[in-house]
T-cell receptor
Framework: ETGVTQSPTHLIKTRGQQVTLRCSSQSGHNTVSWYQQALGQGPQFIFQYYREEENGRGNFPPRFSGLQFPNYSSELNVNALELDDSALYLC?????????????FGSGTRLTVV | AQRVTQPEKLLSVFKGAPVELKCNYSYSGSPELFWYVQYSRQRLQLLLRHISRESIKGFTADLNKGETSFHLKKPFAQEEDSAMYYCALSLPAGGTSYGKLTFGQGTILTVHP
């Protein structure tokens, strides 16, 4: 059984650029959630995908968007990067109906915007 | 909106001493509460859920709806318990935010030998 895999592990981008982060779900999981974790803070919910559709969204602007693919892997896209987007981005997978709040987290992608 | 507060950013105890990590939440309904833990150089992982009423690695947590608290306790701390602990809340079924976790800021627990 594989866990949640995220790529890349680290990334440096310039303000105004666009970035795509990738996540492979744990085997058997069909729901993917993305979280942003700023330094010294707890993770903040960005959105969740189930059946390739957005299934809940946190307080993030539309320039944060995502995709879920038929194999349940997912992408997080951020357009027009701002300095405050610098953070650790966590992907978490779960089985819909398999227990609320029971997530398997990836190691994260550290994004630095300069 | 729901909120989770962990009042202690840092907590230090000696091995064998009791430990309590505090968590308070604000939500008028009946949320589901969790403790997640992140050991050094490891991923964030679920420690326990209030709905399971279980003890994991000697830790227990009781949901007190009157005080809106979900404190994590262990009677005898071990050095391997040193980690970052996050309290998290999920709203009950039926809403668009179902399954979304709201995390506290975390408490770094250090257990000294």
């Amino acid at each position: 059984e594989t866990g949640v895999t995220q790529s890349p592990t680290h990334l440096i981008k310039t303000r105004g650029q666009q970035v795509t982060l990738r996540c492979s779900s744990q085997s058997g999981h069909n729901t993917v959630s993305w979280y942003q974790q700023a330094l010294g803070q707890g993770p903040q919910f960005i959105f969740q995908y189930y059946r390739e559709e957005e299934n809940g969204r946190g307080n993030f602007p539309p320039r944060f968007s995502g995709l879920q693919f038929p194999n349940y892997s997912s992408e997080l896209n951020v357009n027009a990067l701002e300095l405050d987007d610098s953070a650790l981005y966590l992907c978490a997978s779960s089985l819909y109906g398999g227990g609320v709040g029971v997530y398997t987290f990836g190691s994260g992608t550290r994004l630095t915007v300069v | 909106a729901q909120r989770v507060t962990q009042p202690e950013k840092l907590l230090s105890v000696f091995k064998g001493a009791p430990v309590e990590l505090k968590c308070n939440y604000s939500y008028s309904g009946s949320p589901e509460l969790f403790w997640y833990v992140q050991y050094s150089r490891q991923r964030l992982q679920l420690l326990l859920r209030h709905i399971s009423r279980e003890s994991i690695k000697g830790f227990t947590a009781d949901l007190n709806k009157g005080e809106t608290s979900f404190h994590l306790k262990k009677p005898f701390a071990q050095e391997e318990d040193s980690a970052m602990y996050y309290c998290a809340l999920s709203l009950p079924a039926g809403g668009t935010s179902y399954g979304k976790l709201t995390f506290g800021q975390g408490t770094i627990l250090t257990v000294h030998p």
